[in-house]
């Protein structure tokens, strides 16, 4: 079995709910066939902590891969796919009110790190009904830029990262994981053709 590994955050500013979580654990409760071991973790909003539980996901489980989930507050009605994390830039105060040192994630790594997995190519290819699917390059330099590019970084480039909009009445946590579900599928067809 291949394992994979997922992850969404927990509450933040007013979001008491964080809808990543939600999808994260909808998409657990789904499965993704019998040859993915499915293991799932939500990461608290502050910027050390997340970085050693990401640190601690690939030295000890080594997934084949690890997707991370975030709420993109801005996001209504979009999913985005992230294809690459930034190194330096963050300025805005974690939820235990801290920064990362000197802004940045890694004080040795390079300015950004891309995915292994192509999302132009999986944005091109995946569809769900009833929400638009968007490619992007720029995850936002906060907790979900800050804890992608530390998963880059530990795992060789074998992360990914989606970002979901906030729950509403149209998108609820089982929309979300049939969704992610989806894109996670056709994610994992790109890492069959580097596992085969």
């Known amino acids: 079995k291949h394992l994979s590994f997922?992850?969404?955050f927990g509450p933040f500013r007013q979001y008491l709910v964080n809808s990543s979580w939600e999808a994260v654990k909808e998409l657990s409760k789904r499965g993704l066939g019998n040859n993915i071991d499915l293991r799932i973790m939500q990461l608290p909003v502050a910027y050390q902590k997340a970085k050693e539980q990401v640190f601690k996901i690939w030295t000890t489980l080594q997934p084949l891969l690890a997707v991370h989930v975030g709420l993109d507050s801005a996001a209504k009605g979009l999913i985005i796919l992230e294809q690459c994390g930034k190194n330096k830039g963050y300025q805005e105060m974690d939820a235990c009110g801290l920064l990362p040192e000197a802004a940045c994630c890694m004080l040795d790594g390079p300015e950004k790190i891309e995915s292994t997995i192509n999302m132009k190519t999986?944005?091109?290819?995946?569809s769900v009904e009833g929400i638009d699917i968007i490619f992007s390059r720029d995850a936002g330099r906060y907790i979900c830029d800050y804890t992608y590019y530390a998963s880059l970084y530990y795992?060789?480039?074998r992360a990914a990262f989606i970002h979901v909009p906030p729950l509403s009445p149209s998108v609820?946590?089982?929309?979300l994981g049939k969704a992610l579900e989806t894109i996670i599928l056709e994610m994992?067809?790109?890492c069959g053709e580097e596992t085969e």
């Not at 999986?122 to 995946?126: A, F």
């Not at 609820?172 to 929309?175: E, G, L, P, Q, S």
């Open 6 to 8: 997922f992850s969404g």
């Open 122 to 126: 999986l944005w091109k290819s995946v």
């Open 155 to 157: 795992g060789n480039g």
């Open 172 to 175: 609820t946590a089982d929309f």
């Open 188 to 190: 994992l067809k790109q």
